[in-house]
């Protein structure tokens, strides 16, 4: 088709982006975070040098320079988590830049029960925490995600560039791991920890995309 994944935003929801193949996704990061107001937010940013000490690409290796595996070859079979403590900060601030303060079914309040449309008490957070971020290192789902994506550059050549909010509010060394040629942008996907965990040992199913359960 003319596309290979589609931009939508349902009225009176946040956009979405809905994507036909599941190789189009890789679960990089997991995160464990809390609800909170932004007088209680407490975080700085890593100093430069993390940016500026990252190893560079590794020719001939189809995985990130900033893995633990980066050197690992084509072939080779791996699955790993690893605590993201420097990308973390950087996590922290997309969230911050990119928190849309509206009223789900979902959160919950100092009670520890659903807000009730209105928030008559006024529990509604206005932003969260990152408590802990996981980097998941997996040889085939990258594998995977890797030979779709050069498929995409392949066919595309080159793509108009998408604004992604989460992208733009990046600083420019940390947006250098995202392909700009095909639009790679990371997006928020809120699930269960015991889903997380099966998201990344598998990967998505974008069978329920669209419903409350994809």
Known sequence: GDFDSLLIEPHGRSRE?????????????????????????????DPPTYWDH???????????????????TA????????????FKSVIQEIAD???KHKWTRDRKGRDGKPI?????RGDMPTGIRILSGWRF???ALWRRYHEHRETLAAARGTCRELHV??????QAKARRRLRRDVNEAYLWHGSSPRAVMGIATEGFNIDPSGSHVG
Not at 20 to 28: A, F, K, M
Not at 116 to 120: F, L, N, Q
């Open 116 to 120: 009730p449309r209105g928030d008559p």
């Open 165 to 170: 909010k989460t992208t733009s509010c990046m």
């Open 97 to 99: 830049k990119t928190w």
């Open 75 to 86: 072939t080779s079979d791996f699955n790993d988590m690893f605590p993201a403590m420097f």
């Open 17 to 45: 982006f809905v994507v036909g193949d599941s190789q189009q996704v890789y679960p990089e990061y997991a995160l464990v975070y809390e609800h909170c107001s932004p007088d209680t937010l407490e975080h700085g940013l």
């Open 54 to 72: 990252a190893r560079s690409a590794i020719f001939g290796s189809i995985f990130p320079p900033y893995w633990v595996h980066c050197q690992a």
């Open 137 to 139: 290192e997996d040889a």
